[in-house]
């Protein structure tokens, strides 16, 4: 733009030159001529089309231009307004005027966008928290930014910086109190002789173990209890910290049921009418079990099933991997990643057949 500006200035100036010795006559047949072409241009373009003028021809009409008094400038023939002019020369002498007049100290420095993912996180993680209270968890932790920095934060990402965003989930409330919860629930399955059996499972929400109470042809309140007092005692040996109980509202749980339970500490919660994700971790493991043992085991009797059920209660709890747990089992912790190239190259690995192959273990040979 400065290389075009400076030269139009040459440019112009050789032509003021070539005006000194031209008589007031001519130059007056000269600008009535200018006038008309003006004119006829406007009257091609029409009245809704806009002239365009780059940046360096706005800066030298703006200088030539606002010498003139704004009597002599309002009866000039423009393409473009006299006020269009004058604020072309506001604009340029606000640029003059930036390049000059410096802050001596700059700006506030952008956040760091460790701490904006950090903020985001304490909101996503702690939804009750207002910026307010994130600033102060900042301040623990030796983060030194203004409450207002973060209520930018949060208003950037679209969300509220007070607490009324806060609410809480089904699953978000069963994840806060996994290590109290139970899920207990009835499976029904028919096997070869055309008998129908109910499985009774219970699972806990913490560590996702399961434990198969039992199997039988007629559930009566007291097989049903009996199977409640066992598992009081195999959480007791376990030392699980349960409270609560969530089941569905099956006929096949008698009212007595609660009462034992509660002797023992545990509380029984009724699932909603119609509303099977209330308890949604039992019902994923009866889906488990049904794509992974019932729909491929052909079940004899009441006892085969109470062996395939052993089986793969063993399986699920000891070596099945699970996505809550970082891929490990209930009872089983992920081991350290290989990191040897050589033994990388040399993976002798085994299969273990549960149920004739139904199930499948892999693990390292010894």
């Not at 600008?31 to 021809?57: C, S």
């Not at 600033?135 to 969300?159: C, F, M, N, Y």
């Amino acid at each position: 733009m400065l290389l075009r500006l400076a030269y139009l200035t040459v440019t112009n100036t050789f032509a003021a030159l070539r005006l000194l010795p031209m008589g007031d006559r001519d130059k007056d047949i000269e600008i009535l001529a200018l006038r008309h072409q003006i004119t006829v241009l406007e009257r091609q373009l029409g009245a809704d089309t806009k002239v365009r003028f780059a940046p360096e021809h706005r800066a030298f009409l703006a200088a030539l231009l606002t010498s003139l008094p704004c009597e002599v400038l309002c009866r000039l023939r423009l393409l473009v307004r006299p006020d269009t002019v004058l604020g072309w020369h506001r604009g340029l002498m606000k640029r003059r005027h930036a390049r000059t007049c410096r802050p001596k100290r700059p700006g506030r420095p952008p956040i760091v966008q460790s701490i904006r993912a950090l903020v985001l996180r304490l909101v996503r993680e702690n939804p009750g928290w207002g910026y307010r209270r994130v600033h102060g968890e900042l301040a623990t932790l030796d983060i030194k930014v203004a409450p207002s920095t973060v209520w930018e934060i949060l208003r950037q990402e679209g969300l509220q910086p007070a607490p009324e965003r806060a609410y809480t989930t089904w699953a978000g409330f069963l994840g806060s109190q996994a290590d109290a919860l139970l899920g207990a629930d009835f499976i029904e399955t028919v096997t070869l002789n055309g008998q129908r059996q109910y499985i009774l499972a219970v699972i806990e929400h913490a560590t996702r173990r399961v434990r198969v109470l039992g199997t039988t042809a007629h559930p009566s309140a007291n097989w049903v209890i009996q199977a409640m007092k066992n598992l009081v005692m195999d959480l007791g040996d376990a030392g699980c910290r349960a409270r609560l109980l969530l089941r569905g509202r099956d006929g096949k749980f008698p009212a007595l049921m609660d009462e034992v339970l509660a002797e023992a500490g545990i509380k029984t919660v009724l699932t909603g009418v119609r509303m099977p994700r209330m308890n949604s971790i039992m019902e994923r493991w009866v889906q488990s079990c049904r794509h992974e043992l019932l729909d491929r085991c052909l079940v004899w009797n009441e006892r085969h099933l109470r062996h395939a059920l052993r089986e793969y209660e063993r399986c699920y709890n000891r070596h099945r991997a699970h996505q809550a747990l970082n891929q490990a089992a209930p009872l089983r912790t992920v081991p350290d990643p290989i990191t040897d190239p050589k033994r990388m190259d040399d993976l002798n690995i085994r299969r273990r057949d549960r149920l004739g192959g139904v199930l499948h273990e892999y693990s390292y040979a010894a």
